[in-house]
Structure formats: C-alpha cells, structure tokens
C-alpha cells in the first residue's frame, strides 16, 4: 500500500492506495475519525459488488454501521437525493462525531461529501473511491456538490474528507466505457504537470496503482496551495470550461471525463489557432485521448455551448478563467471576457488547426 499526505488549512489526511485494503477500513475509520456510528452512502452499481465486504469490516471493527443505496448516474446528484440522504443521517440519528462513508464514484462522493458538510453544520467522511476518475480526482480535495436543472455544481462546499481508502482491486468491475472516462482526467493532469507521465501513457507503460499515485501527490500538492479554488487550483479546470458545456449540452449522456476529453482537444485546438501552443504538442493531446477511445469533438454549435457556459459558475466579476496549454506540462490561467470566450470556443470547434482527423 502507497500512502500520500493531504495537507490542507482545514484538515491534513491520507489516501492511502493500494490492492486488497478495503478490508481494513473498518480499522482505519476508527484510528481516523471518532465515530461510534456511521453510515455506508453507495450506488446501485457499487455496493452489491463490495456492500458486504464493507460493512463487515466496519462491524468488526466495534462500529454501528448503516447503509442508503442510491441510483446511478449524474442526475442523483441533485437536491431531491441531497435531502433523502439528510434525513436518513438524521432518521439514524447521526451525531456530529459520527461519519459517513462514500463507497463508489464522484457522483456518490459528491453527493455524501456535500451531505456531510451541511448535516448539523459538518460531520466527518470517508472517501472510498471505485472508479479511476474518483481515486485520481474527485475522491482528493474536498470538493462537493449536487447540481441544479439550472447547472452543475451549483451548490456545494469544500469539506475535506478524513480519510480517502482506494482499493484499486475495486476497479475490475468498473464497465470499460467509465475507465476510460476516468483517464480523461489521468491525461489532464499529465499535460499540467507531467511529461513523463504523459510519456508513460503513450507507451502504455501503465501501472494502475502507480498513475494513481502520481495523479493524487499533483492533486495533493495544488490542495495544499490553493485549498479554496482562489488561484493555483484553478488549473485543475483545464478541459473543464468546455467540458462542463458539452457535458450539459448532452443532458448528461456523455460521461464527465468524455466531456472533459472534448474540453481538452478543444482548448489546444484554441491554443494553436491563438499560437500559444505548437500543433505537434496538440496532436500529440488529441491522440492520446484517441487512443484511449476518448471523444475530442461534439456535435453542439458555440452557440450552444456559450449559452451552457453562461449558466456555469465559472464567471466571476465579468471575467472567466480558461486554463491554457503551453507545452506538455505547462498551462497558464487567463482570465477573458464572455466575449473572448466565445471567439475561444469558436475557434476550439474550428479543428482547423490541427486534429482534423478526430472521432
Ligand atoms: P460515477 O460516480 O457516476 O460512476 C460511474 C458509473 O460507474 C456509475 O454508474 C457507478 O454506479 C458505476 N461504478 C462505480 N464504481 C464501480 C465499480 N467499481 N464497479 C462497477 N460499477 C461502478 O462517475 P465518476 O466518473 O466516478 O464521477 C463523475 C462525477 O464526479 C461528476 O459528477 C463530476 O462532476 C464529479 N467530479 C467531482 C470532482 C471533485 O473534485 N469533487 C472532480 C471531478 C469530477
Ligand atoms: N477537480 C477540480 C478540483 O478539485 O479543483
């Protein structure tokens, strides 16, 4: 097992990654929080794969432990859920020394993350990640939120979890079509900030626990900088201003790291037609994405997809931050005007820079 430190203002934790651990969370819960109760939050898909190994462990580890199942998919993250959720912590009768368990994807953590920072003005959670976008994304950093029909992450609060426990065993049952999606994300944060990175996924010199790894220690050490999205974190979003337009363009068909593929070869794309990035360096992004069997165009107009951006909580002061590539391992945050921004995502639609051969 791998661990990496998660140093923020508001609370420091591990992730602790590695094959075969999700036996010992009952454990771990114990040394990592004060809970005498807590409550499992999961996903139809999850818990009857690793329901009974969870709350076996949780069991005997002297812990009451409790479960609430929810549906799949993005639209679970909504308010109607969010308030299941309260009122069952609440039924239970969960206590401010209490916590609750995330079993699943970025939807389940999302949903129980921002469950807990409101139940009784914040109660401790656990972060068990089961796909690949959640244990190299979502799982770290305490982001939560539910969306709004009006958009997506329209409510939420950063609340740290205590611990994040990624058994990456977990991930064998995951359907191909959410892995992949999940190394989406795995290819952004290798254009951030790592070219060797980037270089192993071309070669597929792949080592699941390994890129896990390497994807949570940048995540961990952006958190540390910047843990309230006010400067340096905002590079995480590269991919994403787009990506969240196209995924709400979609009505939530495309998966999130499918959208976020999208975003990405979009904005290189912009990049080459502004000369801020070379069209080598491009392709080099779009191809891999491709051969990761990830979309890196839409079917949406920019009209469309400006007036999904609008909707977006990106804007602030009249100004958006789209964050741009310079070379593999290096992007830059610019703020623009919504004006600016639409010429941006005219000219990512364009493709006529370079990945014109794109799926
Ligand atoms: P998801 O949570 O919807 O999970 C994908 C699908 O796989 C679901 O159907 C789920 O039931 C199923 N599943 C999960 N684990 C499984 C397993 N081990 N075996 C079989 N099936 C399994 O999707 P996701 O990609 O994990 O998360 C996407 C969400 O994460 C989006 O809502 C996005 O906004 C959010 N997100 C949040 C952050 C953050 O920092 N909080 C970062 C990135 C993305
Ligand atoms: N996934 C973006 C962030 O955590 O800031």
Known sequence: MNTVQVSTLSRSYEVRIGSGILPSLGNAVCTSTEAKKCMVVSGENVFPHYGDTVMRSLREAGLEAENIIFPSGETTKCLRYYGQLLEAMAE????????????GGGVTGDLAGFATATYQRGIAFIQVPTTLLAAVDSSVGGKTAINLPQGKNQVGAFHQPSLVLCDTDTLSTLPEREFLAGMAEVIKTAVLFDADLFDDLQHRAIDLAGIIESCVMWKAAIVKED?????????????????HAVESCSHYEMLHGEAVAVGLSMICRAAVSFRMLDAIACDAVISLLQEYGLPTQCAYSAQQLYDAMLLDKKFSHGKLHLIVPRSIDWC????????EARIWLERGLSGTACGQTSK
């Open 227 to 243: 843990e309230f999205d006010t400067g340096r974190r905002r590079l995480l979003n590269l991919g994403h201003t787009f990506g």
């Open 92 to 103: 239970k009768k969960l206590t401010r020394s209490d916590c609750v368990i995330a079993l």
């Open 332 to 339: 830059e945050d610019i703020a623009v005007t919504p004006d």
